[in-house]
């Protein structure tokens, strides 16, 4: 795919993510998420440190790893993930050709292409995390479905998911006929049918 192809599906993506993320009130914080060793406010954290760290891969600075910091978001969450969103997006906008990500080891040089492609599957998973933390719904275009299943499948399955880094668990079972986005979760260790406890909003 071109670049600039993705680059149209990935924006996309983040558009969708700003605003599942704009659904989070103060009191939602504490709800748990589908990545079970985080709440809802460790999970915004996460995502924003990656956009704040994608961001600098993406200027040519990946390599600092202060850039990949992991920082309270204090009373605004929402707003810090936007304007993280929002930046990244600007720096994505004219990335650099190869992009250093020093949280993949032992290889941490990647074109651009497949670097942005991580950002992307990264993304849809997370916001699908959010979405249902909130006991939301959470829906992808068909050609974007169809990217991010690709993507999705082409994340090595096997012993190296069970190593205490890795960022996604091994695959769970999903047939062919499935639907892309289901299938897209359980590649990356997701149930479609996860569901908070409480669904009080």
């Known amino acids: 795919m071109h670049i600039n192809d993705l680059l149209t599906q990935h924006r996309a993506v ?16 504490d709800r748990p998420t589908p990545c079970v060793e985080w709440t809802l406010a460790e999970l915004l954290a996460h995502m924003t440190a ?8 993406a200027r040519g600075t ?34 650099a050709p190869e992009f250093v990500l020093p949280e993949f080891q032992p290889v941490t040089h990647f074109p651009a292409v497949q670097a942005i492609g991580f950002h992307l599957i990264d993304y849809v998973v997370h916001s699908w995390d959010v979405a249902r933390s909130l006991g939301l719904d959470y829906h992808l275009p068909p050609d974007v479905a169809g990217l991010a299943l690709r993507i999705a499948l082409l994340v090595p399955d096997g012993d190296n998911r069970l190593a205490p880094d890795s960022p996604f668990a091994p695959a769970l079972a999903a047939a062919a006929d499935t639907d892309p986005l289901d299938r897209i979760l359980a590649a990356l260790r997701r149930s479609p049918e996860w569901t908070t406890v409480e669904q009080d909003r």
């Not at 990656?50 to 891969?57: K, N, V």
């Open 62 to 95: 990946g390599g600092d790893l202060a850039a990949w910091e992991v920082r309270p978001l204090g009373s605004s969450p929402v707003a810090c993930y936007t304007d993280a969103a929002v930046d990244l997006l600007a720096a994505f906008a004219s990335p």
């Open 14 to 29: 983040i558009r969708a993510s700003v605003d599942v993320v704009a659904q989070v009130r103060v009191e939602d914080l």
């Open 50 to 57: 990656q956009h704040r760290g994608f961001a600098a891969a």
